[in-house]
């Protein structure tokens, strides 16, 4: 199946520090979408996006969409200890019924 | 509040028993789907339902059978369980719509995990 190649697979930070992860396919994405999971917890959405080029923020993250359509990136600024957990990429390919495909995810840790 | 709910949160099972897990949105969402996360937490997408009908079935065993009884419903039930199928069971939903935005958006309940022993 259509893999997503997600990195680093874990960070482990001081607090204050920024983050970067990415996500990298051979094939082109429609959309691109960045969760992040808390233990025990199902999937949260951080920041979505539909367009080529496209880089939004949320707070003290940002995400891009890549040029080419087969990548993006999301950086968190100024990390706090409550931004740990397992940050996951996801794309929907064109014509696949909205089905996502995802990374597998990056575990942050932040030491306080 | 607004959600996308499961029932149960855990679940432990001996092999070879039947067992059913709920999700329920109400969220006005008429697509929903059901994703298992492994050990490792890679999640894979398994099953997708748009207004009661079947539109995505991954290569799952056929001793997984989803069923909608609504648009705000879909269940999964196991049958003959086995342990590779202990993991941690997402149920999501999207609303469909013309627009590429928002409507591409799946949101996720808490998760069941599921033990099979």
């Known amino acids: 199946g259509q893999q997503l190649n997600q990195s680093p697979q874990s960070m482990f930070i001081q607090e204050g520090e920024d983050v970067s992860m990415n996500c990298t396919s051979s094939s082109i994405f429609n959309t691109w979408l960045w969760y992040k999971q808390d233990p025990g917890e199902g999937p949260v959405l951080l920041i979505a996006?539909?367009?080529?080029?496209e880089l939004t923020s949320n707070g003290r993250l940002t995400a891009q969409f890549g040029i080419t359509r087969k990548d993006s990136f999301l950086n968190i600024s100024a990390s706090i200890p409550s931004d740990v957990g397992i940050y996951f990429c996801a794309g929907q390919l064109p014509g696949s019924n909205y089905k996502l495909t995802f990374g597998k995810g990056t575990l942050l840790t932040v030491n306080p | 509040d607004t959600a996308v709910s499961q029932t149960p949160k855990y679940l432990v099972t001996q092999m070879g028993n039947d067992k059913s897990i709920k999700c329920e949105q109400n969220?006005?969402?008429?697509?929903m789907y059901w994703y298992k996360q492994d050990s490792k937490k890679f999640l894979k997408i398994m099953f997708s339902y748009n207004n009661k009908e079947l539109i995505i079935n991954e290569t799952v065993p056929n001793r997984f059978s989803p069923k909608s009884p609504d648009k705000a419903h879909l269940n999964l039930h196991i049958n003959s369980l086995e342990l590779g199928d202990s993991a941690v069971y997402f149920c999501a939903s999207r609303h469909t719509g013309t627009s590429g935005r928002a409507s591409d958006t799946q949101y996720f309940g808490p998760g069941t995990r599921l033990t099979v022993l």
């Open positions: 996006l539909y367009k080529a080029g």
């Open positions: 969220l006005g969402h008429d697509t």
